[in-house]
């Protein structure tokens, strides 16, 4: 119940957030992040209908995804060395967190071995934080542009992660940036078809995310407390 009840309270909240940046409802995706919940829970939060499920390692999802598998589409947020990228593909149908040529590299081999396509967010370095991950705003587009070499990965979106701040309100500024990279990303056609997503907002912070623009939101401790 305290599962059911704690979703319901986020869709008001999305929902609100939709009515003030004039968005649809169906724009928004959620990933319910289950990495610090077991194998139970995962299956309430499957149950209560979110079927995006987010993990940040491999040792920690193998568990689940085994018990799991494709009932749920599964979604890799965390750092991913390049010599793991193995373990993900074909496991994981996206992945959030693409931030170097190398990893691009190994994820394309890879997935042509298997025969499947990954759906890849850039993680972007907004912020400028030495403690995040990601490119730089000014070596995004010479990375997307180069990943017109690599076809087994495509390009859907890019992401971010804000510094954590008490008023939510202070994170708007990463956002907004992300959105206006995205944005230009397809004016300038770097590569040629439409980079439509942007995953971005945590707990703490996504109705303004989607206020800027998000269309998948990475939730974990607003939905198990």
């Not at 491999?58 to 799991?68: D, G, L, M, S, V």
């Not at 690599?150 to 992300?178: C, W």
């Not at 907002?201 to 407390?225: C, H, K, P, Q, Y």
Request: hydrophobic share 40%.
């Amino acid at each position: 119940m305290f599962l059911k009840e704690q979703l319901s309270l986020v869709e008001e909240r999305i929902q609100a957030a939709c009515i003030r940046a004039e968005r649809n409802r169906n724009e928004i995706n959620i990933v319910g992040v289950t990495k610090y919940v077991d194998l139970s829970v995962t299956r309430s939060l499957l149950e209560c209908g979110v079927h995006h499920l987010g993990e940040n390692r491999w040792q920690n999802a193998k568990a689940k995804w085994e018990e799991i598998g494709d009932t749920a589409t599964w979604h890799f947020i965390g750092h991913l060395q390049t010599n793991k990228a193995k373990d993900i593909v074909g496991r994981f149908a996206y992945i959030h967190s693409l931030d170097r040529i190398s990893l691009l590299q190994e994820l394309d081999k890879k997935a042509a071995q298997m025969n499947v396509l990954i759906q890849a967010f850039v993680q972007v370095n907004v912020s400028g934080e030495e403690s995040k991950y990601g490119l730089s705003p000014d070596e995004l587009f010479s990375f997307i542009a180069a990943s017109n070499q690599y076809p087994n990965v495509r390009i859907v979106g890019l992401m971010t992660m804000a510094p954590h701040e008490v008023i939510p309100e202070h994170t708007r500024p990463v956002f907004k940036a992300l959105r206006h990279l995205r944005d230009e990303l397809n004016a300038r056609a770097v590569i040629d078809y439409s980079i439509d997503h942007l995953s971005m907002g945590m707990s703490n912070d996504f109705e303004i995310a989607i206020e800027e623009g998000s269309t998948w939101v990475r939730l974990g401790s607003v939905l198990f407390g």
